[in-house]
Structures are given as C-alpha cells and as structure tokens.
C-alpha cells in the first residue's frame, strides 16, 4: 500500500473511532428527537419523533425494554442501543 494510500485509510478509522466516541447516552424521557436520532444507532428522525409522541402519550419510559413498544423500534434496535438508553436522571457522585 502506497503511502498516501495508509495515511488516508489511517484518517479515516481515526475519524471514524472520533465520531463514535462522541455518541454517547441520551435519556430518552428528556431528549428531543433530534438528539435521539443523533445518539442512537438505527434510529433516524422519524423514529425518534415516534419515541418522544410516544413518551407523550404514554408517560416517561420505566425501563429500556419499553422503547420495544414504540413503532418502529424494535428489540434488535434496543439491544444494539442498550447501553447507551437511560431513562433515569443520572446519580450525583
């Protein structure tokens, strides 16, 4: 591989593990929808708007296995977002 070649593809995973890092938890009874669809892997504008009408509708989520009963979003979408789903405040240290 050419020089060029490496460094580019060097670039590229390091831009790639930067942007992941920067994903992080969202509590889902308090985001927006904009900052859902950022944070969760699979879940796009459309669906983050049917996780805040349904928290609307529904109240506050109890558990992360709740977010299953929305549209759209199922069990394999709340596996692979599982540990970055909160749905309590987070405690003070």
């Known amino acids: 591989m050419s020089k060029i070649r490496e460094t580019i593809v060097l670039v590229a995973v390091a831009l790639a593990w930067a942007g992941a890092a920067i994903a992080g938890p969202v ?16 879940v796009g504008i459309s669906k983050a708007i049917a996780i805040v009408e349904y ?24 596996e692979i977002n599982r540990a970055n789903i909160l749905v309590a405040a987070r405690k003070s240290k």
């Open 55 to 78: 928290r609307k509708a529904n109240g506050p989520f109890q558990s992360v296995d709740d977010l299953a009963r929305v549209k759209g979003i199922g069990e394999r979408t709340v």
């Open 27 to 42: 509590n889902v009874n308090t985001a927006d929808a904009e900052t859902i669809s950022a944070e969760l892997k699979g």
